[in-house]
């Protein structure tokens, strides 16, 4: 089960949520109930990692990325970690800080050129080698 919503501006709370329920095997019963916030993003990036490493055309070196949220976040580590030739990425969010602020800290955790994308046409285009 998930969410989604904006309030991270209202509360300052996480963009998205998710809960995992553990069930016992043989009774069924929920035993557990438990933050999925965190697999759920990197289940999200995982299945784009996968799918770039069978699809992309292995000459792919520039990426776009539309949203600048905690699943992309994942979805680039992914990508850079099944694609290691990738050198740079554009990143469209509709808050232009937002993509300034995930640009830099994505930068600097995967040692690449990810820059905040202002045009999502201009950028989509760019990143065609994807």
């Known amino acids: 089960m998930s ?8 509360f300052g709370l996480p963009e998205g949520s998710a809960v995992i329920a ?3 095997p043989e009774t069924k019963v929920p035993i557990a109930i438990m933050d ?7 289940r999200t990036g995982a299945v784009t990692g996968v799918c770039a ?3 992309a055309p ?15 976040k994942t979805q ?14 554009y990143v469209y969010d509709l808050s232009r800080e937002r993509a ?3 640009a830099a800290e994505m930068s600097q955790k995967l040692n690449m050129d990810v ?10 285009k760019a990143a065609t080698s994807l």
Not at 76 to 89: C, D, F, G, T, V
Not at 115 to 124: E, F, G, I, T
């Open 22 to 24: 553990l069930n016992d």
């Open 36 to 42: 999925g916030t965190l697999i759920s993003a990197i």
């Open 3 to 10: 969410a989604a919503q904006r309030l991270d501006e209202v």
């Open 100 to 102: 300034e602020k995930f």
């Open 53 to 55: 490493k069978y699809m």
């Open 76 to 89: 680039l580590m992914a990508l850079k970690a099944s694609l290691p030739q990738l050198e740079k990425a």
């Open 58 to 72: 292995s000459r792919s070196k520039t990426v776009g990325l539309f949203g600048a949220g905690p699943q992309c």
């Open 115 to 124: 820059q905040a994308a202002s045009d999502r046409l201009a950028r989509s």
